[in-house]
Structures are given as C-alpha cells and as structure tokens.
C-alpha cells in the first residue's frame, strides 16, 4: 500500500491558521478522491473534507466556512487551509486517497502517516 505524505502540522493559538499538505504518486493522485481525515484519541478516524480530481468538494459541517480542501493537479498535492482554528479542531490529520464512486467513510484507500494539529492557548 503507497504511504501519502502530509506535512504542515503544528500547535496553534485559538484564531490561528494551519495550511496541511499532502503528496501522493502521480498515477494514485489522478484517478482519486483526496480527502483529510481527523482523529482523536479514543476516536475513529472521521472524515473533515474530501475534493474530487475536477475540485467538487464537501466538508464537515463543523469545518465549513473556515477549511478549505484545494488540489493542485500539475504536483499531485492536496491541501487543507484551515483558518479560524477551534481546540475542538484539535487532532491527528490523515491524508487520504480513494475511488471516487467509494465511500469516503471508513478506513479505505491509501492513508499517509497523519500529522498533529494541536489548537491550544
């Protein structure tokens, strides 16, 4: 299974912002959906924002307004802006890659290692 690989995480005051990014092999990045996927200790893993390879998107509803999910199809990269941060954003954040006529619930696909976005004072 290809590992994704995202970056950009950190810790962040309440208000701040965070871009994540998330590489994947070219031939796995053009024919899926790409998604971000948050966890929380003692939590499943679940589902924040997910784009298609043509930019239609979709959003938890606890992130819509303040995330934004963009691609960049020319270098296979996958983003999450996410602004206005929340302690409650607060969680491991997993890249992720799939059919696009799949679920985009559930542990399918391709999933990068995570990486920690802590929304603290």
């Known amino acids: 299974q290809v590992q994704l690989v995202e970056s950009g995480g950190g810790l962040v005051q309440p208000g701040g912002s965070l871009r994540l990014s998330c590489v994947a092999p070219?031939?796995?990045?053009?024919?899926?959906?790409m998604g971000w996927y948050r966890q929380v200790p003692g939590t499943q893993r679940a589902l924040v924002a997910t784009i298609l390879s043509g930019g239609f998107t979709k959003y938890v509803d606890s992130v819509k307004g303040r995330f934004t999910i963009s691609r960049d199809n020319e270098r296979n990269t996958v983003y999450l802006q996410m602004n206005t941060l929340k302690p409650e954003d607060t969680g491991v954040y997993y890249c992720?890659?799939?059919?696009?006529?799949?679920?985009?619930?559930?542990?399918?696909?391709?999933w990068g290692q995570g990486t920690q976005v802590t929304v603290s004072p």
């Open positions: 070219g031939p796995l990045f053009r024919i899926s959906r």
């Open positions: 992720n890659a799939r059919p696009p006529f799949t679920s985009d619930t559930g542990d399918d696909g391709t």
